[in-house]
């Protein structure tokens, strides 16, 4: 720290020696198989890409034909492409603050749910009155979560494009992404706002700042993800805060001067996030302040949004530490290993990953059956959905982005909510990377807000006036409108009417709030610990002892859970 409130990154050099520079150099070479074996398991496929890219198109026309002023927009991992085989779809519903939201977008869905000629089958139509208006559905077989006027999501799906970008290796960080996303849903089952657990834009968030402290050391995702488990299982949750720019006390968290700019080795990321900053929302009245939890993550791109909030009970926040110490110490104890028993080590460390994603016929290709032609990429007929080279072989996609589209898309959105453009996306566009669909209006800033801005946010030495408020803050009124058997809850926790979900995290035993969750008929129910079942209905009994990452003489048990809950060291 240096004065009141300083934000420092500490040095790299400075940190304590730990197992990560004890590990032979030829066991990262030998886990890099494993791991990419992982990988294909779980990363994006052409088939994926197709299906998912079908849902969206045949949402945006239904909803898009009913006004020609809004539009629709899809954002998050899906258009990232680090989502995984079980990730839902994000969309955005852009339009005039005056148009009934969800009401309208409810009675379109609820129309083509009763038309018997519909591409997709369309289920479980919930509404979710929380801090941000949701509406929750299934089409097609996916998870769809329809959200209004939230030009967040662009914002940040553009920035973390450019982040990739950046950092380049391979798409070492989308690889990263998907690997910690794997192992926290599938091993450590601790991903899944839904559940109370880390949203994903989190998990990136938290992947984004290990390549921030240690960029030039960081060569594969093994190597990202043990950084990951070993610094956030040590991270002072209970005294700190994360921001890109370091962590922050608590204490000091109303009045923070960031004093470095955030540096990806010798990249600075700050006229990034000046790019893709939030912009202001009169009619964001839901969170006008940042809402201490117990895990307090800053939005890189909206100093006023806790990352971490959804993480609102303190049994799931205990789970989440004891995961991330229990994870850290087992892929420790894997990496320790002699190289020759190194890849088995790993297949059972990722046990539950390869369980639930087994390899499907039409992946497992001989060389002998595939005929590779070249195509130019500039051929009609190249997807854009893809946009990169394929791995036949493997029917996986190249993780390369469309950033041309995303700028674009961002563009028309604050087009459409009359926000000015920030002068680097205006130059990109001018450029050639394309136009809004609509003329920009003037009277707003290059951050898009209107007036005079009092919160200051970027740039070196900038005040962040952070107003530090516990509790989930004012709530919406509740809209008078109802459509037919449609469910709608009030501010948080959302229930089915004949299933309720109740997760079990192992033999902590079921919580006492149901979280905020739809209910498709079986909800996926967390449970504690990288080693444990997942059950597929509230109704199954959980295991109570966890799965073993081997034979106990290979891999002794280091952490045990009393009947309390309480975790002592063997």
């Known amino acids: 720290m240096e004065g009141v409130g300083a934000v420092t990154l500490p040095s790299t050099s400075s940190l304590p020696m730990t197992d990560f520079e004890r590990i032979p150099a030829e066991n990262w070479v030998v886990g890099q198989y494993s791991i990419q074996e992982v990988l294909n398991r779980v990363r994006p496929t052409f088939e994926s890409e197709d299906k998912r890219r079908r849902v969206f198109e045949y949402l945006k026309r239904i909803i898009e034909c009913s006004d020609p002023v809004i539009k629709v927009f899809l954002y998050g991992s899906v258009p990232l492409k680090t989502y995984l085989p079980v990730g839902d779809i994000d969309l955005t519903v852009v339009g005039d603050e005056n148009i009934s939201f969800p009401g309208r977008v409810v009675d379109l869905l609820e129309i083509e749910k009763e038309n018997e000629n519909a591409e997709f089958e369309i289920q479980n139509i919930n509404c979710i009155y929380a801090e941000v208006k949701i509406i929750k559905c299934n089409v097609g077989g996916f998870s769809i979560d329809i959200s209004w006027n939230q030009l967040g999501g662009l914002c940040s799906l553009c920035f973390l494009e450019q982040v990739d970008s950046l950092i380049e290796k391979d798409n070492l960080f989308k690889r990263s ?22 949203s994903t834009y989190a998990l990136e968030t938290l992947v984004l700042y290990i390549f921030i402290m240690y960029y030039d050391s960081l060569t594969d995702p093994l190597m990202v993800l043990y950084r990951f488990l070993e610094y956030y299982s040590r991270f002072d949750w209970e005294r700190c805060c994360l921001s890109l720019y370091g962590r922050v006390e608590l204490s000091q968290l109303h009045n923070v001067t960031f004093e470095t700019p955030v540096m990806l080795g010798e990249k600075s990321l700050n006229n990034y996030i000046d790019m893709f900053v939030v912009p202001s929302n009169k009619s964001e009245t839901y969170m006008p302040f940042f809402q201490q939890k117990f895990f307090n993550i800053i939005d890189p791109l909206k100093a006023t949004n806790n990352l971490g909030r959804s993480v609102f009970d303190f049994r799931n926040f205990e789970i989440i530490k004891g995961t991330l110490r229990y994870g850290s110490c087992r892929l420790s104890e894997v990496m320790l290993l002699p190289s020759e028993n190194l890849g088995d080590g790993i297949k059972n460390y990722f046990k539950n990953t390869f369980k639930e994603n087994p390899l499907k016929l039409s992946e497992i290709l001989t060389p002998s059956s595939v005929t590779v032609t070249e195509v130019p990429s500039n051929e009609d007929h190249e997807s854009d959905w893809s946009n990169g080279d394929r791995n036949e072989s493997l029917n996986i996609v190249n993780l390369l982005g469309d950033y041309a589209n995303h700028i674009r898309n961002l563009a028309n959105a604050k087009s459409l909510k009359c926000f000015d453009l920030n002068t680097d996306i205006a130059d990109y566009l001018a450029s050639g990377g394309g136009a809004p669909s609509r003329p920009i209006l003037s009277g707003q800033n290059a951050n898009g807000a209107s007036g005079n801005s009092a919160n ?23 809209p008078a409108h109802h459509v037919r058997s449609v469910s709608t809850t009030n501010a948080g926790p959302s229930t089915c009417p004949t299933h309720v979900r109740v997760p079990l995290f192992g033999s902590f035993g079921p919580t006492t709030d149901a979280g905020p969750s739809t209910c498709p008929t079986h909800v996926r129910v967390p449970v504690f610990g990288s080693f444990g079942p997942i059950a597929t209905a509230r109704s199954k009994k959980v295991q109570e002892e966890p799965v073993r990452l081997g034979d106990d003489a290979q891999f002794p048990p280091l952490i045990r859970l009393s009947k309390e809950g309480v975790m002592h060291k063997v």
């Open 456 to 478: 200051k946010v970027r740039g070196n030495g900038s005040f962040v006036p952070i107003t530090i408020r516990k509790g989930r803050g004012p709530r919406p009124v509740k």
């Open 177 to 198: 992404i998907i690997l910690i996303k794997s192992w926290c849903h599938y091993e450590g089952h601790i991903h899944g706002s839904s559940s109370g657990l880390f």
